[in-house]
């Protein structure tokens, strides 16, 4: 209701008057958050695609408004995350107030350090994001078809037929690969016949976007049990546009239209927040479900975003797990289409997304059994863990307002290759890598930036493997100044970096100064070490010490390659 | 602490004297009110254990003997 979002114009698809049938590598179908990553993701990786929506606005209403820290840097490496930061509501803390005491019980912090680039969470409205990610596209020379709509899909052995309805037509096009990004209800999941197994939860949700002055600080407020809404939870945020959001739980047992009129809500928020002037921007109510398909690739159908897992809001898991698939499925794409890897790379996209799905599920279900109750004793546990809190830390982090959004660590990768040294901290293989700031040739940046934009090496635009090794021990830095080389030229290249001290480096390497200590203490590193990223700058191999072998070992294994022996290296 | 196992001998100096505080604590509350207790209870009882090995042993023990 309300808003009015900026539209976008159909144009003629010139299939309907050449009457042939289109071909692409890839196409997407659906212009979501995360139909619209995808594009991005592979037009910078120079494989030709098209989007097709079957309607012609961004989203109507705000639907997702939490963008957390790892969503942001793939924007940033697709070079539109500068703007959503821009324009986002930065906010780290969390604050969870139980019952009619004005005093949080708890307070948390997204971010555990300083020194990123990207904070725990932005929030930003869906309608802006999506904006942002169609201006980037169009940059980039992308096609977005508004007002076409997949009617049919014929899968075959070694590529997909679509047709497709347009306001003046239908036509047909094909492609090798299907990217299903066409939403919770993914009418292409149901042309497939593909069960979206799970469980629908008996609840109503109201969402009041208002608009309003006031200068509550920029945190999350999450209420169990408010005075205001009795027996029910409360969310408020802040968007950009002194917009807020206002969600109040509102039970099963409701009548939807009663509770959508406008006064009736005015109410509801006048109680929430007394003495408040304001404006409604957005109305709705939302039930929600938690389900997925068991597999995200059918052959030449692959799935994303929310036509391959739906989870509840509470954690902000939607569109941030879809930007995920979207990251992880670009390369392996590249790498396939280009005859690189074999086909069945594709399916390690299925069984780390799938694994992350089953990670952000398992979180959205368990939050939602602590925040919506289902049964007396279950009420009891949770009220038994918020009336403990203030008091007893112990009890805190049983608190569960929504586990909010972090990534999956892939460990259980078959991509990776498992440590055969010791370290210590947190960039296990299958862990995206961690940010911080660094200098280069005496600039500030921070690091994945500019491992991404880096334009003057092999890894242009980030789409080839990168090998960070620190740097500081003369012969092992001579030994991998040949290295980088050597790999510089490989089919699938590895862009070597040293970190270390740019005064004292072997010729042949490019020097990243670690300025921050940020990269020592992150990736526990000293002399020799060396970390190989995947090109969605996942942490797939780390040594103390190693040579050509095993990093050309390590980028082929990842690369789906499971018989190294069969890889014949240009440079070899 | 891995060795650690559940307890199944007696460990109460008292017994008749803590089961009746635990009773006397009840004294007076509504249904929800005592099952809060309870709750709050475990919690506190749990967290002093710790150890998660002996937590899932006492909850087995406390699903297997209620069942007839
Ligand atoms: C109330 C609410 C709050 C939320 N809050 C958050 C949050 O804070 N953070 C977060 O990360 N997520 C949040 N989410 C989830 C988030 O909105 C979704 O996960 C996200 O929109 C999924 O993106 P998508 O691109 O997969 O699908 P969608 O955004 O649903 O896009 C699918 C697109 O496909 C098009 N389409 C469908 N069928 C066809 C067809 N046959 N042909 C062509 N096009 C078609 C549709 O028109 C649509 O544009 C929230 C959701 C709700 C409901």
Redo the contacts between chains.
């Keep these: 209701m309300m808003a009015t979002r900026r539209s976008y114009p159909f144009k003629r698809p010139p299939e309907l008057d050449s009457g042939k049938r289109g071909h692409l590598p890839v196409i997407v179908v659906g212009a979501g958050p995360v139909g619209l990553t995808m594009a991005i993701e592979l037009l910078e990786r120079g494989i030709a695609t098209v989007v097709l929506d079957d309607d012609n606005t961004v989203s109507i209403g705000s639907r997702a408004i939490c963008y957390a820290k790892r969503a942001l840097e793939i924007w940033d490496r697709l070079g539109c995350g500068e703007v959503m930061l821009n324009k986002g509501v930065t906010w780290n803390v969390g604050k969870v107030f139980f019952g009619d005491d004005p005093e949080p019980v708890y307070t948390f912090n997204m971010l555990d350090e300083e020194g990123y680039k990207y904070p725990g969470f932005i929030n930003l409205q869906q309608y802006y994001n999506e904006e942002f990610l169609i201006a980037r596209l169009q940059e980039l020379g992308g096609e977005i078809r508004w007002k076409n709509t997949v009617v049919e899909v014929t899968p075959a052995a070694k590529g997909v037929t679509i047709a497709v309805d347009t306001p003046e037509g239908r036509y047909e096009m094909a492609c090798d690969y299907l990217i299903a990004a066409d939403g919770s209800r993914s009418p292409i999941r149901k042309m497939l016949g593909l069960d979206f197994e799970g469980q629908v939860f008996e609840d109503h949700f109201l969402i009041a976007d208002i608009k309003m002055k006031q200068d509550f600080p920029s945190e999350r407020r999450f209420w169990f049990d408010p005075p205001f809404n009795r027996g029910q939870s409360a969310l408020l945020h802040k968007q950009p546009d002194d917009v807020w959001r206002l969600d109040l739980q509102l039970g099963w047992d409701i009548d939807r239209d009663a509770e959508m009129k406008p006064e009736r809500v005015a109410e509801r928020v006048r109680a929430a927040l007394p003495g408040v002037d304001f404006e409604f921007e957005w109305l709705s109510i939302y039930t929600f479900q938690c389900r997925r398909l068991d597999k995200f690739r059918h052959g030449r159908v692959i799935f994303v975003g929310d036509s391959a897992h739906l989870v509840s809001p509470f954690g902000a898991r939607g569109a941030n797990s879809g930007v995920q698939d979207a990251d992880n499925l670009g390369w392996k794409l590249q790498l396939v289409l280009a005859g690189k890897a074999p086909e069945a790379l594709l399916d390690s996209y299925d069984a780390e997304r799938v694994y992350a799905a089953k990670e952000n599920l398992l979180n959205s279900t368990r939050s939602t059994d602590f925040i919506t109750p289902k049964s007396?004793?279950s009420r009891?546990?949770r009220?038994?863990?918020l009336?403990?809190a203030r008091e007893?830390p112990?009890?805190r982090p049983?608190v569960n307002s929504g586990r909010l959004s972090v990534p999956a660590i892939l460990r259980e990768s078959a991509l990776n290759t498992p440590d055969s040294d010791a370290f210590a901290g947190k960039m296990v293989p299958g862990a995206p890598a961690a940010d911080g700031r660094i200098r280069v040739n005496g600039r500030d940046e921070w690091l994945l930036t500019f491992l991404a934009r880096d334009n003057g090496g092999v890894n242009h635009k980030g789409t080839g493997f990168t090998a960070l090794y620190f740097a500081g021990d003369a012969d092992a830095d001579k030994a991998m100044a040949e290295t980088a080389k050597a790999m510089a030229q490989d089919a699938i290249p590895v862009t070597v970096y040293a970190i270390g001290n740019p005064n004292a480096a072997p010729q042949g390497l490019a020097v990243i100064e670690d300025a921050a200590g940020h990269l020592a203490r992150r990736y526990d590193g000293r002399p020799g070490t060396v970390y190989l990223l995947r090109p969605d700058h996942h942490v797939t191999a780390r040594w103390r010490a190693a040579d050509i072998a095993a990093i050309r070992r390590a980028r082929d294994l990842a690369a789906g390659h499971r018989a190294p022996a069969q890889i014949k290296e240009t440079a070899a | 602490m891995t060795s650690e196992t559940l307890a199944l001998t007696p460990r109460i100096s008292d017994p008749d004297s803590f089961y009746e505080a635990l009773i006397e604590a009840h004294r007076g509350l509504s249904e929800e009110a005592s099952q809060r207790l309870n709750a709050r209870l475990i919690l506190i009882l749990a967290n002093q254990i710790g150890d998660r090995k002996v937590l899932d042993e006492a909850l087995a023990l406390a699903i297997r003997t209620g069942r007839t």
Excluded: R
């Design positions: 007396a004793v009891a546990f009220n038994a863990v009336e403990l007893a112990f009890a049983f």
